[in-house]
C-alpha cells in the first residue's frame, strides 16, 4: 500500500487532474449502462470523443495546452475500468 501512495504522490499535478476528469467522464459509461450494453457502450464512445476532442481540438489545434499521449491514456483510465466492470459483471 505505501508503494501506492508514492506513487501517487509522485505524480505530476497535471496527471492527477487528468485522472480527476476522466473520474467526471466514467460518469457517462455508469449512466449509459442503465440502458444495458448499448447505453454503457455509447457512454463510453461520449467520453472518448470529450477526451480525444480535448486533446486535438484543444490543445493541438487551438495551441491552449501541450497534446500529450499520456494525457489521453490517464483521463481515459476510469472509464475504460468502469465499462470493463460493467461488461464483466454482465457476463
Same mark, same amino acid.
Given at each position: 500500500m505505501n508503494i501506492i501512495v508514492k506513487y501517487i504522490?509522485? !505524480?505530476?499535478?497535471?496527471k492527477k487532474d487528468h485522472y480527476i476528469l476522466g473520474v467526471f467522464y466514467s460518469l457517462f459509461v455508469m449512466?449509459?449502462? #442503465? /440502458?444495458?450494453?448499448?447505453?454503457?457502450?455509447?457512454? /463510453?464512445? /461520449?467520453? $472518448?470523443? !470529450?477526451? $480525444?476532442?480535448?486533446?486535438?481540438?484543444?490543445?493541438?489545434?487551438?495551441?491552449?495546452?501541450?497534446?500529450? #499521449?499520456?494525457?489521453?491514456?490517464?483521463?481515459?483510465?476510469?472509464?475504460?475500468?468502469?465499462? !470493463?466492470? /460493467?461488461?464483466?459483471?454482465?457476463?
Amino acid at each position: 500500500m505505501n508503494i501506492i501512495v508514492k506513487y501517487i504522490q509522485g !505524480l505530476a499535478k497535471d496527471k492527477k487532474d487528468h485522472y480527476i476528469l476522466g473520474v467526471f467522464y466514467s460518469l457517462f459509461v455508469m449512466f449509459g449502462a #442503465l /440502458f444495458g450494453v448499448i447505453g454503457a457502450s455509447l457512454g /463510453f464512445g /461520449f467520453a $472518448l470523443f !470529450l477526451v $480525444l476532442a480535448k486533446e486535438i481540438y484543444l490543445d493541438w489545434y487551438k495551441k491552449q495546452g501541450t497534446p500529450e #499521449l499520456m494525457d489521453f491514456i490517464v483521463n481515459m483510465v476510469a472509464p475504460i475500468i468502469t465499462y !470493463l466492470t /460493467f461488461i464483466i459483471t454482465i457476463c
